[in-house]
């Protein structure tokens, strides 16, 4: 653990570096503005930077970009729900429950700033506990079977179908993205699979263009449809401070939001979305005055907010130490170190420690910033919601066309995202959720390997893959998540028609 610690300081003094610094404020700011701009979204963003990073030629710097982009947008989601009671992530949906009504109150300053430090505070403890975690679950992961790994990624691949409101459409989002990872070139067979002759696709389609496609060409057709909306009004900020009655109201929600918040982002699929609802159930049942709730509750604040932080950090542990991501972001950042040649999962804290323990220094330094940047400024940020959309989104557009263009150097790219684009406005249309086609475009193939190396194995046999305590549990796990929702169904129907049947009008003449 010692040497866990000075490994980690080596990292921080890394990020420190300029040129880190510079990609970690570059990240942390541009996380910001899509984080207060509705409807765009971290994932959206490490898309179009994708051919960026990779022309950076060094991954360090790479993901230290991206972590900025994914801390920034989780703190600045927040801002125009506790200003103007509008999300600007999935994530700060909680926020609006008190965070907007201490806005009406003219508490706006103090919302501001508890919702700062309470991302402060989630992220740091969280970048600090992978500290402790990743050795010993890199000691355990090291001895894992191609079957344990198999199960593991099923696990993952599972609980992503959760991601949406319903089964059925997470459940078809991911056969959509485990459809497409099968293009290109078998990883052991050597067979071509639906590249229909067209060269570019024998390697399978590029994540870049996945990402760009989905998400980019999606989100700008739909903010364009809305451009009648007009721009938010923002509110008045006042001044940015807390009484010491919040302060102490606010400090253990802090620490509770932040350990609730890592544990919930270590399990693939969670992240910090479902870490803010369950971190304001928990404060309001151990509030002291839980009718304050909805009402303008600091505890209600300050918990979310650190739980959302420290949800995104914890995603970080399954990408770093398994080689497996937690949500959309993480899985566009496994694609970029996987572009840049590095072989991830147990063997990359073995062999690029420097990269690793980098990564988790720069996530520190990329937090701290957040922290400063945004607190002070955050009338700035606000006032980009002022941006006429009729510049906004064309300009979004045609920096994702020269990204795309930019990959290979061909117009059919072009046509491959505009093809993803059709499927990923038709998702958005149709409620259906784009994070866990992008996990099955990134699991897969991987997926994929593993059920081969498994065969190999046990020579053909399917025992193979209950051949271990662990496979048998992460299997059963994964079967467990897929059926539950469709154990509840039939409760949820006989419900629906007690209600019908209490609710139900009697007829004319009908009573005694």
Do not use: C
């Not at 079977?145 to 990624?153: E, G, K, R």
């Not at 996987?338 to 937090?367: D, K, R, S, Y």
């Not at 784009?434 to 025992?463: D, F, K």
């Amino acid at each position: 653990m010692i040497d866990d610690l000075g490994q980690m300081l080596a990292g921080l003094t890394t990020a420190l570096l300029p040129i880190y610094l510079l990609y970690a404020l570059a990240g942390a700011a541009l996380g910001t503005i899509v984080g207060v701009l509705p409807g765009l979204g971290p994932t959206m963003t490490m898309a179009m930077l994708l051919p960026v990073a990779f022309s950076l030629g060094d991954p360090l710097g790479a993901i230290i970009l991206f972590g900025g982009v994914f801390y920034g947008s989780m703190y600045a989601g927040s801002i125009t729900s506790i200003l103007l009671g509008l999300p600007g992530e999935s994530s700060g949906i909680v926020s609006v429950f008190d965070g907007h009504q201490m806005t009406l109150r003219g508490r706006a300053g103090a919302a501001l700033l508890s919702n700062g430090v309470g991302s402060f505070v989630g992220g740091l403890l969280a970048t600090t506990a992978i500290v402790f975690v990743a050795r010993p679950i890199v000691d355990v992961a090291v001895q894992l079977s191609p079957a344990d790994y198999f199960a593991l990624i099923a696990f993952a691949l599972a609980t992503t179908t959760l991601m949406g409101d319903r089964l059925w459409p997470g459940l078809f989002a991911l056969t959509v993205g485990l459809a497409l990872g099968t293009i290109g070139t078998h990883s052991i067979s050597g067979d071509e699979r639906f590249v229909f002759g067209i060269a570019e696709l024998r390697s399978g389609i590029d994540l870049s263009l996945v990402a760009i496609g989905l998400y980019a060409v999606s989100v700008v057709v739909l903010n364009l449809a809305n451009l009648g909306a007009g721009p938010a009004k923002p509110a008045v900020i006042g001044k940015l401070y807390m009484t010491r009655q919040e302060w102490r109201r606010s400090v253990p929600p802090y620490l509770r939001g932040s350990v609730l918040g890592f544990v919930v982002g270590v399990l693939p699929g969670l992240g910090g979305t479902v870490a803010t609802f369950l971190s304001y159930n928990l404060e309001r049942r151990l509030a002291k005055h839980p009718e304050e709730f909805g009402r303008g509750s600091i505890e209600g604040l300050a918990g979310p907010s650190a739980a959302d932080n420290a949800g995104s950090g914890g995603s970080f542990v399954p990408l770093l130490t398994l080689g497996i991501p937690g949500s959309a972001a993480t899985a566009l950042m496994l694609g970029a170190l996987q572009g840049f040649g590095v072989q991830t999962g147990p063997l990359m804290l073995q062999n690029n420690p420097e990269l690793v323990w980098g990564v988790i220094g720069g996530l520190l330094v990329a937090n701290a910033m957040l922290l400063v940047l945004n607190v002070p400024l955050v009338g700035i940020w606000v006032k980009l919601l002022e941006i006429p959309g009729a510049i906004l989104y064309p300009l979004i557009i045609v920096i994702s066309t020269v990204g795309a263009y930019s990959i290979g150097r061909t117009p059919v790219l072009l046509f491959v995202v505009l093809g993803l684009g059709v499927i990923g406005l038709t998702f958005r249309l149709l409620g259906i959720p784009l994070a866990p086609a992008v996990m099955g475009i990134v699991l897969g193939p991987l997926l994929e390997q593993e059920w081969a190396r498994t065969l190999v194995i046990s020579r053909g046999s399917y025992e193979g893959f209950v051949s271990t305590p662990l496979s048998v549990v992460m299997l059963s796990l994964a079967v467990l998540v897929l059926l539950l929702p469709l154990a509840q169904w039939p409760i949820q129907l006989l419900r629906r028609r007690h209600a019908r049947t209490v609710t139900a009008p009697t007829a004319p003449g009908g009573g005694s």
